[in-house]
């Protein structure tokens, strides 16, 4: 058993993992189903939940609010606050991916020293701990 890890979630690696699981890499689905990782979702994540959702790009069964909060409790993910460290870090990434979204998920992993799971191979040249 290796070390446990502090993994958060991509906005589409959390949205597969309530939607349509099948879409997760077995690597995502082995580590998200390790009971010793802790699962962290970004509050920039469900930011642009709440945006796909209002511009009709997300279809979800509740409205966003209440689909977060349900979705963190069931699977015992922690919500992780966008704070002032890690939107300093953002403005001194490069612009390898145009996403600000991405970006400040980048920045909240090398700060806090979280593995971002994700299939976005744009966010590798950053240097963050990236699990696929």
């Known amino acids: 058993m290796g070390t446990p890890?502090?993994?958060?979630?991509?906005t589409c690696t959390?949205?597969?993992l309530t939607q349509d699981p099948l879409r997760?890499?077995?690597v995502a689905r082995a580590a998200i189903d390790d009971p010793n990782n802790e699962l962290l979702l970004s509050h920039v994540s469900v930011w642009e939940i709440v945006n796909k959702s209002q511009a009709g790009k997300l279809h979800l069964p509740a409205p966003p609010r209440v689909w977060v909060e349900e979705q963190l409790t069931a699977r015992g993910v922690i919500d992780l606050m966008i704070d002032l460290?890690?939107?300093?870090?953002m403005s001194e990434l490069p612009l390898h991916h145009r996403d600000p979204f991405d970006?400040?998920?980048v920045a909240q992993a090398l700060v806090h020293t979280?593995?971002?799971?994700?299939?976005d191979a744009a966010l590798v040249p950053y240097g963050a701990a990236i699990s696929w």
């Open 5 to 10: 890890l502090r993994l958060l979630l991509d």
């Open 14 to 16: 959390f949205i597969w």
């Open 24 to 26: 997760l890499s077995s």
């Open 85 to 89: 460290a890690s939107l300093g870090r």
């Open 103 to 105: 970006r400040l998920l």
């Open 114 to 119: 979280l593995t971002v799971v994700s299939p």
